[in-house]
């Protein structure tokens, strides 16, 4: 195993990451291939696109945010380049971004985990409010907005965020870097079909097979790397 900091922590980020899949459908067989999995650079599927919920700074600012939470390495590509900006933008105009999805009625607590979804904030809500903050507080700092960051400094500012030592007059910067964080992880690791993963390369680079139809002639060969690359829903595949 390599002892690169960065490939070792891009491992156990994807390692964490795996309950976001279901077990079952893997069959058994997540478990290895990754480290040594190798990863053509894809295309930045980011670039050709124009968001339909973010205004262009704020699309900036995801851009650098999502870039800087799983950035391009030896690894394999990162969610720039994977369209995972993408991902979130669709995601906001969806019932999601509008918390449909939850029951968003208060009163509203601080509260343990298992009690459900505390904030009176829907995650469009949320994205904006953060990401108007966040900058307004990197002009006060360093006279510039979070895009405009050296990695080393903005690298800084998100893990205060994740501690949750920095926070702003209209929202948490914890809750803002939870839901930040979550969509990233989402949108890396989703089907391609929902605008992240383009190429496939968390999958691959995880052991995922996708979207295949069956696993029974590896069913009596647990624990060892399944054979075969991911295919996506609509039938994309890897070599």
Known sequence: MSNDPHISSRRRFLQRSLSLIPLAAAGGTLLTQGAQATVVKSEAVTEQYVASFFNDDEWRTVIALTDRLIPEDEMGPGAVSE???IYIDKQLELPYGYGHLWYMQGPFAEAVPELGYQSPLVPRETWRRGIRA????????YNTVFA???PAIADS???QLEEGSLNFSDISGKLFFTQVLENTKEGYLADPIHGGNQTLASWKLIGYPGARADYPQVLDHPNQTYPLGPVSISGKRTL
């Open 148 to 150: 405009s960051l050296s």
């Open 83 to 85: 369209g995972v900006p």
């Open 134 to 141: 966040l900058n307004q507080w990197c002009q006060g700092q």
């Open 157 to 159: 500012i998100l893990q």
